[in-house]
């Protein structure tokens, strides 16, 4: 089979994973390993500037580690064909596992029919939701949605179309590097500290093909040139944040997280149907991003053509 041809297949095999199957058991989740291995490396977290070496070193081999983990199915295809079978079987697997379009769909559709209730907000948020009212938990909800459609879904597929499984796979181990150690206190402020810059470099492009994507759908609603503002927009130290910039211009909705920032001020307060309306947007956006990723894939093998 043509290798481009392959690569589409796969990613469309994926999809079709995701959507038929949701997440798989933890016990079996590579991220979820990602995580482990990243437990087992805070251990020498010491929390003064030496961390950044040991910070450094740690994500670097969560990341080797998931490389290793991609090379797995290209060693079993030079085998016969009942093994090669099983090597595309367990590709699409890994690359299921690098995105989640289910399981954010479920998630927030959870919390709009618990109408909004603190512990299912709480699964889609860091913040402390049981301080917050109700427009302050559909908002969260929506910036939750915004930010995950780059982390979750545009990320992923855009690096597999440009490096293969190894490329997703990488990608979502430094996300969950981030995830776990990229913050500002005290405690990770130099051992996350690289794990917090590399996300930024590697969400800095998906980011902002994002706001494009939302851009075109807001086409429908009269704001498609508002809406791309968002790429010049963004919030200190977060470049995820276009995304939740071009989703509140696009919906015309007041975004905020209390202390921290408001995003389109003059817009109005989220509600229910607000995120009825960013979970279907959601849909389509991440049905944009693999179908700009299989364009993308017969790109790159055209230029290696070239």
Not at 9 to 28: I, K, N, Q, R
Not at 119 to 132: A, E
Not at 157 to 183: E, K, W
Request: charged fraction near 20%; aromatic fraction near 12%; include cysteine.
């Amino acid at each position: 089979m043509n290798r481009t041809i392959f690569d589409a297949v796969l990613l469309v095999t994926a999809v079709a994973f995701d959507l038929c199957m949701g997440e798989p058991p933890v016990f079996v989740h590579p991220v979820v390993w990602y995580g482990k291995l990243m437990s087992v490396f805070e251990k020498i977290n010491t929390q003064n500037f030496p961390s950044f070496f040991s910070g450094t070193f740690s994500t670097l081999a969560v990341l080797a580690f998931s490389c290793g983990l991609a090379q797995i199915p290209s060693i079993l295809m030079k085998f016969n064909v009942c093994v090669k079978i099983i090597s595309f079987l367990l590709s699409v697997y890994l690359l299921k596992c690098t995105f989640s379009i289910r399981s954010m769909v479920e998630h927030v559709n959870a919390a709009i029919n618990s109408d909004f209730e603190a512990y299912r907000v709480q699964m889609l948020v860091s913040r402390d939701v049981k301080k917050l009212g109700y427009e302050m938990r559909c908002s969260a909800v929506v910036e939750s949605i915004a930010e995950n459609f780059v982390d979750s879904v545009m990320a992923p597929v855009f690096y597999y179309a440009l490096s293969g499984l190894s490329g997703a796979m990488v990608y979502r181990a430094a996300n969950t590097c981030d995830a776990m150690i990229g913050y500002r206190n005290r405690k990770y402020f130099w051992f996350g500290k690289f794990a917090a810059r590399l996300d930024d470099v590697l969400n800095f492009v998906p980011a902002r093909l994002s706001v494009i994507f939302i851009s075109i759908l807001a086409l429908r609603y009269g704001r498609g040139r508002r809406t791309i503002k968002a790429v010049f927009e963004g919030i200190e130290g977060k470049v995820n944040a276009c995304s939740m910039v071009a989703m509140a211009y696009a919906l015309n909705l007041r975004l905020e997280k209390p202390g921290y920032y408001v995003i389109n001020p003059e817009g109005k307060l989220p509600d229910r149907n607000d995120v009825v309306l960013a979970v279907e947007i959601f849909r389509e956006l991440s049905a944009m991003a693999v179908f700009f990723s299989i364009l993308l894939v017969m790109a790159v093998s055209t230029l290696k053509i070239l």
